[in-house]
DNA sequence: TGCTTGACAGAAG
DNA sequence: CCTTCTGCCAAGC
């Protein structure tokens, strides 16, 4: 997997955004995956952040399932109160603690 | 140009 | 379980 550790090209850029938004576009009703999990299937392992990024500034996300992804301990975006909501309305079950039940929901892509 | 901010992750206490 | 710290890196200012 490759990891350049420079910055990006714009090109490189646009292909993580596609590739990122695709991932989402696969994750499956009532399961979640990570920000960092995501990262690494469009390979820019270090990149999770940008996948944060990329969700909450691209307006096609917004079109997407993005509630499906949460960060690696289930816990829910900050100052996005309906993300929780969202999740239960598909059945997805949280802990006492607040956090989804990662155990029982994480989803990972799988396609060559 | 340089410093600060995050829809993050991982380890440590 | 929660807080703090470090690494990370594009964006904003």
Redesign the pocket.
């Known amino acids: 997997m490759k990891?350049y550790?420079?910055?990006?090209t714009p090109e490189q850029?646009r292909q993580f955004r596609d590739d990122v938004l695709s991932i989402v576009s696969q994750i499956p009703p009532g399961r979640v995956t990570?920000?960092?999990?995501i990262?690494v299937w469009a390979g820019?392992p270090?990149?999770?952040?940008?996948?944060?990024?990329t969700?909450?500034?691209t307006p096609e996300?917004?079109n997407l399932p993005?509630?499906r992804?949460?960060?690696?301990?289930g816990?829910t975006?900050?100052?996005?109160l309906q993300?929780r909501l969202l999740l239960q309305d598909e059945g997805v079950h949280f802990?006492?603690?607040?956090?989804v039940d990662m155990t029982m929901h994480l989803w990972k892509p799988d396609f060559p």
């Open positions: 990891d550790n420079d910055t990006m850029a990570t920000y960092g999990i990262a820019w270090s990149h999770a952040r940008m996948v944060g990024h969700l909450r500034y996300a917004h993005c509630h992804v949460v960060n690696k301990d816990r975006a900050p100052g996005w993300h802990r006492p603690n607040g956090n």
